[in-house]
């Protein structure tokens, strides 16, 4: 009957399922505002109803039709009359009449555990918050050991002692269920006690009071306001319970509880009896909890790596869409049908339109028009920033791009099928087999509930129908093969305790078990120690030359490219502004992206000619919903100027096959200029005398904008 | 592991220990003093004096404390004051009850809740919202009105099992399952609730997790990450919310005992309450705690011996 823990809002993982996780970012408090009562309709709702109850129980003696004992006994046990609304109980009394007379106490009792549970709780958390570890382990343990209380029956011992006092057997309810809340608002003070700017005021000297007043309690706001709904209504279904179990207030003063156990008395006679009041209750419940819910639904969830069966299906049409839309092109196997080649055409993948409706395509766009080829046996980088669209590039050559995200049109060839429209069940035969993936983060990527050998097995018997044995010594042969040592030891073991380079090589493995004839390597190397990466990265070239596999790799570092990569194709904020062969494009950049990657690049510069400076790119990657028709370049350009306030197609740059987006890149070229090392970037516009069209202008204005940042060495790192 | 199994035995016995204090304190803070509960209105100053003489309460509370705790730990709860039997064989004989209740109830919640999250997980769209509106609804409702709703359906409509009363399993299985039928479905549907939001949330974090990507990319057929690398990944924090129902289902059969005239461990607390009958309260309480945290304890380190993190360790 009493839940020993508040319940959890439903969306938020269990705090036990922490220990899997690797350290999430600190997700910093949210706030509580009065708008988010109203942002969905259960939400609503459930304002409304409480707010028409605590009115009408607040001003229920003007307008109670019949006073709580009167007794009516021409209307014994009736249904709704017009005289009695919500009909009678067993000696004639009113019972709307009785139903709202009880209600204030109901709910203003209620709040008195609320107000306990949510502030003492509150208080607890962020006292061991504040106070250091061993503070809170002591708080820890105690509320653990109140959590694993038999509550009900503790509360009824109290009631022997104190009687049927119901506000202090509430608030000591209350003190019970606030072990829950702590353990709720525990995580969430220590990661907001934890942000820089209360170290800062920390620094500053003020008080830990003070920290936790100004800088922690907002943070918990909205969470104390989910938790307060919800206990609200587990504290009114506790207090009807009590009241049912005969613990009530003294018998002629109606409760909600005592209601319902009288017309159970009559459930065989009178069976409406149970009705009204049960109605009111699980109402007013269901409204707390509506409100609850709404308030505590996580922002922003992560996107599932396996979207539901619903999902499915709507993924489903919008293929089978594409797939009507484009040309037969799988028909024309002579034309884009040369074995193992990998031809992406055109293609667009966006997040889905924010209703559920067919019309897939009027969401934000996060790549557009995208294309390129990939040769049996050569390596393409696809290069750029973050937030360019890479990794949704990648995915979508696997058909593996998270729920809510999809291929808008476009296609992608490979061996005379299109992936882009090809139903789930068809890819399924193609991931592993033809296509494999290696991703960036390679403790991640493995599964951490089972053993390293358990996985490369699965993989193996399923891609390669071998027997046990077989699969056994094919497990150990491509462990080999990756470089590791003693590969006998690692299948016996689990994810967590290898390292990041070895579960990497594990992660190889794993894309190798299906003899794949295309690697899609997501920044293997970028979560690494930079002594490991260049061993993968070796890796990666000696199996890619070995197995004469082609290898699409993303990467935001220009000395991968240099050292592994036979093509590149440059993406800047969802398109590819610049693709050729790797040493066209180092040595000859034509693109200004390119330039400043280039010039951003620690290592693309030898010692010697080291800048004293290392260029930036000022600014950062637009968000795809502020993507401009123009250049999409151009605002944090050092040669914009008003020629680029045009749509920029890709054109040949002239430098062998290589193309090119940039009106400018041939006066570039003639000039020979260089990227500079410099945070004021627009002195160095060539049409700087041009009198501008005002587009050009509010461009400025947001570049301007831009600058106000610290800037920031962004080519460098890639922290996504 | 062991250390960690020793902590955790070290811990349950602080909450017993904690809960008899407890306990111990607010019979004490009953009103009126054992001899006058034991002998009823109307008894003479004398009598009831000699009663407390011979039960001690005149002792300072420490002493009493120790002789109780010394006797409860043999098992000895004293003799009820209302009706002079053993508070333990009375215990005894309602334990079983209780038990059957609370672990059917539990079983039933975890099964169904399990199906039902997993479900609304996997198929979303309209199925999940259907669910998740069910769910919301059978929170919202109390166990008491579920219950008698289920006796005017399922007993009084159409008599299928019987309203009220318990027969033990050693006089008739068949009666016995009929009898706990209709509780263990009432405390069942707020249970699975829970359970079926838990599994929701702790499934749909799974599949968010980035090896299911790597699983998918090597054709991991979809049945197999769902229920064998998703549901694996869920089991830590489902196990862990099937602990918490337990605890909720055991105190949660007070009010099923009440409305099926089930003769357990709650209706042994109400009456005793409702009495003063102070040894009969405090051994339920502890036999309560004890239970309560016995189950915990083993839930316990089942979850960390399902976390392959932990079991290593």
């Known amino acids: 009957m009493i839940p020993n823990v508040a319940p959890a809002p439903a969306d938020s993982p269990d705090p036990t399922s922490a220990a899997l996780l690797p350290p999430a970012p600190a997700r910093a408090g949210r706030r509580f505002s009065v708008a988010k009562l109203f942002t969905s309709p259960a939400s609503t709702a459930?304002?409304?109803?409480?707010?028409?109850?605590?009115?009408?129980?607040?001003?229920?003696?003007?307008?109670?039709?019949?006073?709580?004992?009167?007794?009516?006994?021409?209307?014994?046990?009736?249904?709704?009359?017009?005289?009695?609304?919500?009909?009678?109980?067993?000696?004639?009394?009113?019972?709307?009449?009785?139903?709202?007379?009880?209600?204030?106490?109901?709910?203003?009792?209620?709040?008195?555990?609320?107000?306990?549970?949510?502030?003492?709780?509150?208080?607890?958390?962020?006292?061991?918050?504040?106070?250091?570890?061993?503070?809170?382990?002591?708080?820890?343990?105690?509320?653990?050991?109140?959590?694993?209380?038999?509550?009900?029956?503790?509360?009824?011992?109290?009631?022997?002692?104190?009687?049927?006092?119901?506000?202090?057997?509430?608030?000591?309810?209350?003190?019970?269920?606030?072990?829950?809340?702590?353990?709720?608002?525990?995580?969430?003070?220590?990661?907001?006690?934890?942000?820089?700017?209360?170290?800062?005021?920390?620094?500053?000297?003020?008080?830990?009071?003070?920290?936790?007043?100004?800088?922690?309690?907002?943070?918990?706001?909205?969470?104390?306001?989910?938790?307060?709904?919800?206990?609200?209504?587990?504290?009114?279904?506790?207090?009807?319970?009590?009241?049912?179990?005969?613990?009530?207030?003294?018998?002629?003063?109606?409760?909600?509880?005592?209601?319902?156990?009288?017309?159970?008395?009559?459930?065989?006679?009178?069976?409406?009896?149970?009705?009204?009041?049960?109605?009111?209750?699980?109402?007013?419940?269901?409204?707390?909890?509506?409100?609850?819910?709404?308030?505590?639904?996580?922002?922003?969830?992560?996107?599932?790596?396996?979207?539901?069966?619903?999902?499915?299906?709507?993924?489903?049409k919008a293929v089978a869409a594409i797939a009507a839309a484009a040309p037969t092109a799988s028909s024309g196997e002579d034309e884009a049908g040369s074995k193992d080649t990998l031809s992406v055409r055109n293609l667009s993948v966006g997040v889905d339109s924010a209703g559920t409706g067919a019309d897939t395509g009027n969401g934000v766009r996060l790549v557009t028009d995208v294309s390129f080829d990939v040769e049996p046996g050569t390596v393409?980088?696809?290069?750029?920033?973050?937030?360019?669209?890479?990794?949704?590039?990648?995915?979508?050559?696997?058909?593996?791009?998270?729920?809510?995200?999809?291929?808008?049109?476009?296609?992608?060839?490979?061996?005379?099928?299109?992936?882009?429209?090809?139903?789930?069940?068809?890819?399924?035969?193609?991931?592993?087999?033809?296509?494999?993936?290696?991703?960036?983060?390679?403790?991640?990527?493995?599964?951490?509930?089972?053993?390293?050998?358990?996985?490369?097995?699965?993989?193996?018997?399923?891609?390669?129908?071998?027997?046990?044995?077989?699969?056994?010594?094919?497990?150990?042969?491509?462990?080999?093969?990756?470089?590791?040592?003693?590969?006998?030891?690692?299948?016996?073991?689990?994810?967590?305790?290898?390292?990041?380079?070895?579960?990497?090589?594990?992660?190889?493995?794993?894309?190798?078990?299906?003899?794949?004839?295309?690697?899609v390597a997501d920044e293997p190397t970028t979560a690494l120690d930079v002594t490991v990466q260049a061993e993968i990265l070796s890796l990666l070239r000696s199996l890619a030359k070995e197995t004469g596999m082609s290898v699409v790799m993303v990467t935001h570092d220009l000395g991968v490219v240099a050292d592994l990569c036979d093509r590149v194709a440059v993406m800047y904020a969802g398109q590819i502004v610049e693709n050729g062969r790797t040493d066209s494009i180092l040595d000859n950049p034509r693109h200004p992206y390119t330039l400043a990657l280039l010039a951003a690049d620690p290592h693309a510069t030898s010692a010697a000619d080291m800048p004293e400076r290392l260029a930036t790119i000022?600014?950062?990657?637009?968000?795809?919903?502020?993507?401009?028709?123009?250049?999409?370049?151009?605002?944090?350009?050092?040669?914009?100027?008003?020629?680029?306030?045009?749509?920029?197609?890709?054109?040949?740059?002239?430098?062998?096959?290589?193309?090119?987006?940039?009106?400018?890149?041939?006066?570039?070229?003639?000039?020979?200029?260089?990227?500079?090392?410099?945070?004021?970037?627009?002195?160095?516009?060539?049409?700087?005398?041009?009198?501008?069209?005002?587009?050009?202008?509010?461009?400025?204005?947001?570049?301007?904008?831009v600058e106000a940042r610290p800037a920031e060495r962004t080519a460098e790192k890639d922290p996504a | 592991m062991a250390l960690f199994i020793a902590k955790r035995l070290l811990m349950a016995l602080a909450t017993v220990l904690v809960v008899a204090v407890l306990a111990f304190l607010l019979v004490h803070a009953m009103p009126g003093s054992p001899g006058a509960v034991s002998l009823g209105a109307g008894a003479s100053q004398e009598a009831i004096d000699e009663v407390n003489q011979r039960l001690g309460w005149s002792d300072s509370l420490p002493v009493q404390f120790f002789r109780w705790l010394g006797a409860a730990v043999q098992g000895d709860f004293g003799i009820s004051l209302i009706d002079g039997r053993s508070v333990s064989a009375d215990l005894a004989g309602r334990l079983p009850v209780t038990a059957s209740l609370a672990a059917g109830a539990t079983v039933l919640s975890a099964v169904l809740g399990i199906a039902l999250g997993v479900t609304a997980a996997v198929r979303g769209g309209v199925v999940d919202r259907i669910i998740g509106g069910v769910a919301g609804m059978a929170v919202a409702l109390p166990a008491f009105w579920i219950g008698i709703i289920f006796v005017y359906l399922l007993a009084v409509q159409s008599p299928i099992f019987p309203a009220t009363g318990y027969v033990p399993f050693e006089v008739s299985p068949r009666d016995w399952a009929l009898s706990l039928a209709l509780p263990v479905i009432t405390l069942a549907v707020g249970g699975a609730a829970f359970i079926a939001r838990q599994t929701r949330a702790s499934m749909l974090e799974a599949l968010q997790q980035e090896h299911i990507r790597t699983l998918r990319a090597t054709a991991t057929p979809t049945w197999k990450i769902l229920y064998v690398h998703a549901l694996r990944y869920a089991s830590l924090p489902i196990v862990a919310g099937i602990a918490l129902q337990f605890i909720q289902l055991f105190g949660g059969s007070v009010i099923a005992e009440q409305l099926f005239a089930m003769p357990g461990l709650g209706q042994a607390v109400q009456n005793s309450v409702s009495t003063h009958d102070a040894p009969s309260v405090q051994g339920v309480v502890v036999i309560a705690t004890v239970v309560v945290v016995a189950v915990n304890l083993v839930l316990e380190l089942a979850t960390k011996f399902l976390d392959p993190k932990l079991r290593a360790s």
């Open chain 1, 46 to 316: 459930g304002v409304i109803w409480l707010a028409a109850i605590v009115l009408a129980s607040l001003t229920a003696p003007l307008w109670l039709p019949f006073k709580t004992e009167d007794q009516d006994f021409t209307a014994v046990l009736s249904g709704p009359s017009a005289a009695h609304w919500l009909g009678t109980d067993e000696l004639g009394r009113d019972l709307l009449s009785r139903i709202f007379a009880s209600a204030a106490g109901t709910l203003g009792t209620s709040m008195i555990t609320v107000i306990v549970a949510v502030g003492l709780g509150t208080l607890l958390a962020m006292l061991a918050a504040a106070a250091g570890e061993r503070v809170e382990a002591g708080i820890s343990r105690v509320t653990e050991i109140m959590m694993s209380l038999p509550g009900t029956v503790i509360i009824l011992a109290v009631i022997g002692a104190v009687g049927t006092n119901i506000p202090l057997v509430m608030a000591i309810l209350g003190v019970l269920i606030s072990a829950g809340i702590y353990r709720v608002m525990l995580g969430q003070a220590k990661s907001l006690q934890s942000q820089l700017y209360v170290d800062a005021a920390k620094v500053d000297g003020v008080s830990a009071v003070g920290i936790s007043l100004r800088h922690v309690l907002p943070g918990l706001t909205n969470t104390i306001v989910v938790q307060a709904a919800l206990i609200f209504a587990v504290g009114m279904l506790i207090q009807a319970g009590l009241a049912f179990i005969g613990f009530g207030p003294p018998i002629p003063e109606p409760s909600w509880g005592g209601m319902i156990q009288g017309a159970s008395q009559h459930v065989y006679d009178a069976p409406w009896l149970m009705v009204p009041t049960g109605a009111v209750l699980a109402l007013t419940v269901l409204a707390a909890n509506a409100i609850g819910n709404a308030l505590g639904k996580a922002p922003n969830a992560t996107a599932s790596h396996l979207p539901s069966a619903a999902a499915r299906r709507q993924r489903a």
């Open chain 1, 380 to 519: 393409l980088g696809l290069v750029g920033e973050s937030g360019c669209g890479k990794t949704m590039t990648a995915l979508s050559l696997l058909g593996l791009l998270p729920s809510g995200v999809s291929v808008t049109g476009g296609q992608i060839l490979w061996n005379g099928r299109n992936l882009a429209a090809a139903t789930d069940k068809d890819m399924e035969g193609i991931r592993g087999r033809e296509i494999a993936l290696i991703s960036q983060e390679p403790m991640r990527a493995l599964d951490p509930m089972f053993t390293v050998g358990y996985q490369l097995t699965a993989a193996i018997r399923r891609l390669r129908r071998t027997g046990r044995a077989e699969t056994k010594a094919e497990a150990l042969n491509l462990l080999e093969k990756v470089g590791i040592v003693d590969a006998a030891r690692i299948l016996t073991v689990y994810p967590h305790q290898i390292s990041g380079g070895m579960a990497q090589r594990v992660a190889i493995a794993l894309a190798l078990s299906g003899r794949p004839r295309l690697l």
């Open chain 1, 618 to 705: 000022s600014g950062q990657v637009p968000q795809p919903k502020d993507w401009p028709t123009t250049c999409r370049f151009a605002a944090r350009c050092q040669f914009a100027g008003s020629a680029c306030m045009v749509p920029v197609p890709l054109v040949p740059s002239g430098t062998g096959e290589g193309l090119v987006r940039c009106v400018k890149a041939d006066e570039l070229a003639v000039e020979g200029l260089d990227w500079v090392a410099t945070d004021v970037p627009t002195h160095r516009i060539l049409d700087l005398v041009e009198t501008r069209p005002a587009e050009a202008r509010t461009t400025e204005i947001r570049t301007a904008h």
